[in-house]
């Protein structure tokens, strides 16, 4: 059984900063490439950034320059750096992690969401 567990959340003010972390567990042979998506109400979810093992990353338009995505291979975990949010940012944020299992079974891993609210 494997899950991602995110984290880091929360209401922050226009110009704020947060930091989500996205922990994935249990039986993991490797991790592939990790990533953020987001779903604002009424709104498909949308990527916002992924980072593969090696450590190349890749960012959507309207958060360059704003957001860092940063992994820690040691610990299977994600992080996403958020810098002057706007009220735009507000949405739930996902992990998303390409994952084979200590069965060598790979599959496309979520997790739960954590809420990011940006006020203007």
């Known amino acids: 059984q494997v899950q991602l567990v995110e984290s880091g959340g929360g209401l922050v003010q226009a110009g704020g900063s947060l930091r989500l972390s996205c922990a994935a567990s249990?039986?993991?042979?490797?991790?592939?490439?990790m990533g953020w998506y987001r779903q604002a109400p009424g709104k498909q979810r949308e990527l916002v950034a992924t980072?593969?093992?090696?450590?190349?990353?890749n960012y959507a338009d309207s958060v360059k320059g704003r957001f860092t995505i940063s992994r820690d291979n040691a610990k299977n975990t994600v992080y996403l750096q958020m810098n002057s949010l706007k009220p735009e940012d507000t949405a739930v944020y996902y992990c998303?992690?390409?994952?084979?299992?200590?069965?060598?079974?790979?599959?496309?891993?979520w997790g739960q969401g954590t809420q990011v609210t940006v006020s203007s």
């Open positions: 249990g039986s993991i042979f490797s991790i592939n490439a």
């Open positions: 980072i593969t093992r090696g450590g190349r990353t």
């Open positions: 998303n992690a390409d994952i084979i299992t200590a069965h060598l079974i790979g599959d496309d891993y």
